[in-house]
């Protein structure tokens, strides 16, 4: 466990002396499953895998979770244990901010904007600066991120590839409950009641999904069975768009090719997001997935 940027550093810096390639798994804690999947996917690619535990409180809006945001350091730690992590990189806001929040910020202007960014809009300038400052930090060779965060996916993508970085991206799909539900640790802040809830956000998605598979492709009807799936449900919606899913822009009135329905919804004091890609064969997942570090 390490808790100071020169620990970690240190750290890596032997490791990468003796040969190794290096994953880095970014994560604000209460870790579940998807977690998981993350860091079985960064083993898979490379030798030493660091996972990171910080809420970064950058990315968070003045009204909103940052205090309440779950933290559940032991049951981290032992969820991490049966996994082999090589290192746990644990800093503090003080550590990551000296002296408040730093004035530097990492902007990717177009894609940071528009959906979550929409009601959000520092969120993603804060992803993005406490990332390129974990890139600095660790130095890994890979990271791994989940697809259920679409947009930052896409944002990191971008940033990686604008400013040099040496660090392949790659996407884990995300993982869900047996009844759809994608996890998160948000999904902490529902009742039994507004879990089962919940589940519409995965059955709208999976609807919109047949119908295209049966050949619609008019992008307000696709929309259409989202909406009524969600509002059937009684759950209110911030945004339920269709768009390209690596430049993240409004899809044409008549979808060509893949297309990313996202939606940020309200369930109970809970704010959801959830996605699912239509005509996810068509996309090239080589250009998606890194070069296949
Ligand atoms: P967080 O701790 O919520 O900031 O998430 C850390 C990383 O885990 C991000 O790359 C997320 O996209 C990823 N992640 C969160 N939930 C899931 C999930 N259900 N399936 C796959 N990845 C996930």
């Not at 860091?39 to 898979?44: D, F, K, L, S, T």
């Not at 202007?109 to 520092?122: A, F, I, M, N, W």
């Not at 998160?184 to 998605?205: G, I, M």
């Not at 009135?253 to 239509?278: F, K």
Request: aromatic share 6%; hydrophobic share 40%.
């Amino acid at each position: 466990m390490l808790r100071t940027i020169d620990a970690m550093r240190d750290w890596a810096k032997t490791e990468r002396q003796t040969g190794l390639r290096l994953g880095l798994v970014p994560t604000m804690g209460a870790l579940h499953r998807g977690h998981l999947a993350l860091v079985e996917e960064a083993q898979r690619r490379v030798n030493r895998v660091v996972v990171s535990i910080f809420v970064n409180p950058l990315q968070f809006g003045p009204a909103e979770d940052l205090a309440q945001y779950p933290r559940n350091l032991e049951d981290d730690l032992r969820q991490l244990q049966g996994l082999n992590v090589a290192a746990v990189f644990l800093p503090d806001s003080d550590e990551m901010y000296p002296g408040g929040l730093g004035v530097t910020r990492v902007t990717i202007p177009g894609l940071s904007e528009v959906l979550c960014g929409v009601t959000r809009p520092t969120h993603f300038n804060g992803v993005a600066t406490v990332v390129a400052k974990l890139f600095h930090i660790v130095e890994p060779n890979v990271a791994v991120f989940g697809e259920k965060d679409w947009q930052q996916l896409v944002i990191i993508r971008r940033m990686v590839y604008d400013l040099n970085f040496r660090v392949s991206i790659v996407g884990v799909p995300t993982v869900r409950a047996e009844n759809g539900l994608a996890l998160s640790s948000r999904n902490r802040y529902l009742t039994q009641e507004e879990l089962k809830k919940a589940t519409a956000l995965y059955h709208s998605l999976q609807e919109a999904r047949q119908l295209y598979r049966q050949g619609e492709r008019r992008r307000d009807a696709l929309r259409r069975v989202v909406v009524d799936v969600l509002t059937n449900a009684g759950l209110s919606y911030e945004y339920i768009e269709l768009v390209n899913p690596l430049t993240l822009q409004p899809s044409p009135e008549y979808l060509q090719g893949p297309t990313l329905v996202a939606l940020a919804v309200h369930v109970g004091s809970a704010r959801l997001i959830d996605n699912a890609i239509l005509g996810r064969e068509q996309l090239d997942e080589a250009a998606l997935h890194g070069n296949g570090d």
